[in-house]
């Protein structure tokens, strides 16, 4: 039978561990936060058909005011808690702080975050890959350097999504060794090193028509417990994609958020209790997301294995 004392809320771990922005893990750059106050709940979803129509009319004084009538359907998120919990010894941490080590308890509550974030990133880059954007070839596969046409390839689909009404915060979102690959490119190169001059993301950015990059560079360890580590890619090197990121209200635009309860712990929580059996603090890291596409048409998928 467990002796342990009801969970206490630490605000200065909860805090630090929000600031989410500081690490390498790339899924709420692609699905920006919102928080909901709804663990489960629906929105609205609406058609190309719906918006930017050209429905103005010529009023007359004294005459109604034209109408439009508006047909959009729903979809449903649902914020699943994802939990885990770190055990600290007495002893342990006794030894840590002789040793000279300073807060081990954060240090933990750091690695059960970073084991969050990777189940986290791997269901963002699940959902990218099934869905159902619009995708299209790429000209040749980024490795083959002589004919891929990157530049083309990325503005087509921007010019896609300029007729899909989408126009700003346009981002890459690729895979780091197929960027790699992209700017050892004949097509990127020949512009923009001919004279030996280094091509920065901003200008390469520029001359698509995009916004930035954002990189995809995250490993996880896909071993099983107990087994010698295996440092396996997160993300696909045969797509990638450009879309529209936006987070906050879905007015905002954007193809997807990570909507996070609040009070089921938001994007992070830390707790901590006594585990007095085992002579142990125990501390609890945990979220409640959903990670949800809420508009198809604002990203597009570029395949990179078509030949």
């Not at 006794?94 to 690695?111: F, R």
């Not at 020949?190 to 990059?213: C, D, H, K, R």
Request: charged share 20%; glycine share 10%; proline share 3%.
């Amino acid at each position: 039978m467990s002796l342990s004392t009801n969970s206490t809320f630490n605000p200065i771990l909860s805090e630090a561990l929000n600031k989410i922005g500081e690490n390498r893990f790339v899924g709420t750059q692609i699905l920006p936060v919102r928080e909901v106050g709804l663990k489960n709940g629906v929105f609205p979803v609406f058609g190309d058909a719906q918006f930017d129509n050209n429905a103005s009319k010529t009023r007359s004084p004294g005459t109604l005011f034209g109408r439009r009538d508006f047909a959009y359907e729903q979809d449903s998120y649902s914020c699943l808690q994802y939990a885990l919990e770190g055990v600290l010894p007495d002893e342990d941490e006794t030894e840590a702080n002789e040793n000279g080590i300073s807060d081990v308890t954060g240090a933990l509550a750091q690695k059960l975050q970073r084991d969050l974030m990777v189940g986290h990133e791997l269901r963002v880059a699940s959902l990218m890959t099934t869905a159902g954007f619009n995708a299209t070839d790429a000209t040749d596969i980024m490795s083959d350097a002589s004919t891929a046409k990157p530049i083309k390839d990325i503005q087509n689909a921007v010019e896609r999504l300029n007729a899909n009404g989408f126009y700003d915060n346009i981002k890459v979102m690729i895979e780091a060794s197929v960027y790699n690959d992209m700017l050892n490119t004949d097509d990127v190169r020949n512009i923009f090193n001919g004279n030996g001059q280094y091509t920065s993301p901003e200008v390469l950015a520029s001359a698509m028509g995009v916004s930035g990059f954002i990189i995809l560079p995250t490993r996880y360890n896909a071993g099983a417990k107990g087994a010698s580590a295996s440092r396996t890619k997160i993300w696909d090197s045969t797509e990638y994609y450009v879309g529209q990121v936006a987070g906050g209200d879905f007015s905002s635009g954007g193809f997807g958020r990570t909507l996070a309860f609040g009070q089921g712990g938001g994007v992070f929580t830390a707790e901590t209790y006594r585990d007095e059996p085992i002579k142990s603090d125990v501390l609890r890291v945990y979220n409640t997301v959903d990670e949800k596409v809420i508009n198809v048409n604002a990203c597009e998928r570029i395949n990179n294995d078509n030949q």
